[in-house]
């Protein structure tokens, strides 16, 4: 199931209108492209046929990967600030879809991994933790880090950040700091794989610690401003 809209569009370059396709729904078990597309930043790009400008599309759209049991609901990076209703809805749609499903695929989908985020990069970011086996609610504690541990990074309310690498011989992530609104220049900063494992280690602990982190859908640093009582950096 894979479904594909076609709209017409206004170029905000040239301000005339085309139409273009995106995606309402992708299963990348029967598209791998697509899978290859987010990770190369390419995918919902759409150019103008009057002016040629590139643009990239924010919309929301559902990405399933039944071979890696990824259930991941990509809402636009723009409703970022709606996420405690957003991550409702991305619970409600997966026990939608499995409540009815045969015995066998609600036994599947326990082992499904259910998220809700925001935009194609934070999309590009899981995707991309997943791949080299890293649990990307622990890397998000080291975002959190990362942030208290910056002095031009706290108390951003344009901060997002992104995994652009995932280092393994040097034993670090890089991890683009960068604005949503396009305030501040993005900046790349490292982050030790070792502290990732240090992390890990205590895993029971912290899950009690930021059950919303490791439990519900909106696996990222930014609902822990909301949920502890002191965000600062683990200890
Ligand atoms: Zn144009």
Redesign the pocket.
Known sequence: MSWFDVKVMT??????E?EAGTAETINVTRMPWAREQILAGHFHTVE??????V?HVDRGFLYTDFGRNHFVMVHANASLGDWPALEEVTGKVFSDVTHHAPPLVQQMATQFTVRAVFGLRDLEDKLRLWDAGLDDRVVELLKLELMVQTPALARRADLRLSVQTVAESEDRLEIEAWSHDGSHPPVLYGAALARYRELDARRAELEDRYPGLFFKPFASFRRLARETAEPSEVS
């Open positions: 170029c905000p370059t040239c301000q005339r085309f103008c046929p009057h002016c040629d400008a643009h």
